[in-house]
């Protein structure tokens, strides 16, 4: 069974950091793929947050989290991470992680980030 299970979400007061986890299981990693986080706040469309690459490792940033998010990987425990510092109250939403490759699009249920002013 297909899993990308998000953990990590919670409030925050603003300035604060979390950290969230996206760990994947029940099917087989393709050599290429990206995985990172989309955000979809109340009543605006999801949107891209950050991804990286199996290929080179390379990095994705929203021009509104550069600087403040970091994304990392632990291929071993076939998990993805989402430090976020400096959080403001507009990174308030449901943070979803992704897996994309030419032939699949796995999405988890989704982690509340919450910061408050």
């Known amino acids: 069974q297909v899993q990308l299970l998000e953990s990590g979400g919670g409030l925050v007061q603003a300035g604060g950091s979390l950290r969230l986890s996206c760990a994947v299981s029940?099917?087989?990693?393709?050599?290429?793929?990206?995985i990172g986080w989309f955000r979809q706040a109340p009543g605006k469309e999801r949107e891209g947050v950050s991804c990286?690459?199996?290929?080179?490792?390379?990095?994705y940033y929203a021009d509104s989290v550069k600087g403040r998010f970091t994304i990392s990987r632990d291929n071993a425990k076939n998990t993805v991470y989402l430090q976020m510092n400096s959080l403001k109250p507009e990174d308030t939403a449901v943070y979803y992680c992704?897996?994309?490759?030419?032939?699949?699009?796995?999405w988890g249920k989704g982690t509340l980030v919450t910061v408050s002013s």
């Open positions: 992704n897996y994309r490759s030419t032939t699949k699009d796995y």
């Open positions: 029940g099917f087989t990693l393709d050599y290429y793929y990206a």
């Open positions: 990286i690459s199996s290929s080179d490792g390379s990095t």
